[in-house]
């Protein structure tokens, strides 16, 4: 057994999210495992770029009010209790609603050879709701 101490929080890219988003790592994935999970705290109108994660992921709110969209599929509100599942290769975006924080545990699994998640463009002024 080993007790692993509280790494720093880091600030997410601006390449990967729109406003201000904080990461927690609590697990990297150390061979064997290839589980990743992360807390990751989005600050009011902040959210993910559209992205797809090869082996799927889940999300589970902890706090907050949040939106998650899957291409071409509806707004939707995700609130404290929700576990959100998004299978391999569907693109989506998540994050808070517009005067809302909100926090989620993101978990995913690695895959044995290849990218782990991909990374495409901003969501639109258009495509996040705004009110």
């Known amino acids: 057994m080993k007790i692993l101490p509280k790494q720093p929080s ?3 890219p601006a390449e990967m999210f729109t406003g201000d988003v904080w990461v927690d790592v609590i697990a990297k994935g150390e061979e064997p495992s290839r589980m990743r999970v992360n807390v990751v705290r989005f600050a009011p109108g902040a959210h993910t770029a559209w992205h797809s994660h090869a082996v799927g992921q889940t999300l589970h709110v902890t706090e907050g009010l949040g939106l998650v969209q899957s291409r071409g599929g509806e707004v939707t509100e995700i609130r404290p209790g929700d576990t959100i599942y998004t299978p391999p290769g569907e693109w989506h975006w998540h994050g808070a609603a517009p005067r809302h924080f909100m926090t989620h545990v993101a978990m995913r ?8 998640s991909t990374w495409g ?7 996040y709701p705004s009110r």
Do not use: N, Q, R, W
């Open 121 to 127: 463009d901003h969501v639109t002024d258009g495509e």
């Open 109 to 116: 699994e690695g895959p044995g050879e290849g990218e782990e």
């Open 10 to 12: 880091t600030k997410g």
